[in-house]
DNA sequence: GTAATTGCAAATAATTTGCCGTGCA
DNA sequence: TGCACGGCAAATTATTTGCAATTAC
C-alpha cells in the first residue's frame, strides 16, 4: 500500500539532516505537490512506530527525524546557532548496554545529546569570571533550597 | 519577589520525582488553592532559564521537571510502564566533556536517557523469535531503503 | 507608589483525527 | 469492489500571552 508516502518515504531517505515534519513537508511537496502535511504527519508516525525512523527533540519545540541506524551515533547541538553535529563512540553503546542489564533491563533504545558552545580559542579559560563569590549576605527564604534562587539577582 | 511562587518552588524542593507541570500544579493547588496553572508555567519557565531546573522529555507530550544537580545523574525510562530508574555514572561525565572538547566545543550540559524493558528472567533469549527470515521476495519498490520499509507487513 | 506578579481567558503551536472522497490491489 | 489512504478542516493538547486587578517591597 502507498501513494504519495512514496514521496515522503523518499525525501527521508535522501535526507542526511534531520528535518523536522514542516521541513519534510516542504521538500515533498516540491516534488508532488498534491501532498497535504497531515499525511507527512502519519507516514512520519507510521515509519516511527516500526522502528524505521527516530523521533529527535534538539529542543525549538518540533519533532525532528531522522532514519533509524543500527551502527548508532550522537548529537552534539551547539546551543548558539541551533547546527547539529553527530558523533560516533561506539564503545558507549556496550557500555550503557551494561548499565541497562545492571538494572535490570534490556535496553531498547537510548538517547544521547550533548549541547554545547563552539570554543573561542582567544580567551583560555572562560569558566564563572573569577570573584564574585560573597555577594549577598543571602538572606534566609524558608529553608527551600529553590525558592532561595528565586531571591537572587535575575542572571 | 516573590507570592505563590514560593508554593511553587517549595513543591519543586520536595519533589523527588520528575513532575510535569500539570502535576506540579496539583500539588502546589494543594498548599494554596489560589495558584493558577500560568503561574506553575511561568514560575517553571523563569527558573529553567536561570539554571536551577531542568526540562526533561520522557516521551509522553508534556516536559517534566527536575531541579538541577551538578553530580550528573541520567534516566533509564522503562518503556512499558513509563516508570523512571536513576542511575549515576560519573566516568561518563569526563567521557563526553572530552568527546565535546574534540569536536571544539565546551560542554554545557547533556542530555543522556536510556528506554528499556524489565528482564524478565524466564526466557532466556527473547532475541526476535527465530525463523522469519524469509518472509517475502522483497518487491522491488524504488530504491529507497525507507519506502522499502513501508511496503513489509506491519510489525 | 511603582514595578513585578497573578488570574483568567483567549491566543498559539504542534500534532491528531473525523469524515468523506479516491485510488490501488 | 473493498479497503487502506489522503485531503481538508476541525479538534486536541501543551504552552504562552494580553490585560486588568493585586501584591511585594
Not at 561506539?90 to 548499565?99: F, M, N, S, Y
Not at 543571602?138 to 535575575?154: F, G, I, K, N
Amino acid at each position: 500500500m502507498t501513494g504519495q508516502r512514496r514521496v515522503v518515504a523518499r525525501v527521508l531517505s535522501e535526507a542526511s539532516d534531520h528535518p523536522d515534519v514542516e521541513e519534510l513537508y516542504r521538500r515533498a511537496a516540491r516534488l508532488d505537490a498534491r501532498i497535504s502535511i497531515a499525511t507527512v504527519y502519519r507516514t512520519v508516525r507510521l515509519l516511527e512506530e516500526r522502528g524505521i525512523l527516530e523521533r529527535r527533540d534538539f529542543g525549538g519545540g518540533r519533532a525532528r527525524y531522522e532514519a533509524t541506524e543500527h551502527g548508532h551515533h550522537y548529537h552534539l547541538i551547539d546551543i548558539d546557532t541551533g547546527k547539529v553535529i553527530e558523533f560516533q563512540e561506539p564503545e558507549h553503546q556496550r557500555l550503557l548496554r551494561a548499565v541497562a542489564e545492571r538494572l535490570g533491563f534490556d535496553l531498547v533504545s537510548l538517547r544521547l545529546e550533548l549541547f554545547g558552545r563552539r570554543r573561542s580559542p582567544a580567551m583560555a579559560e572562560p569558566r564563572r569570571a573569577a570573584g564574585r563569590a560573597d555577594a549577598e549576605p543571602a538572606e534566609p527564604v524558608a529553608a527551600e533550597p529553590v525558592a532561595a534562587e528565586l531571591v537572587r539577582p535575575a542572571r
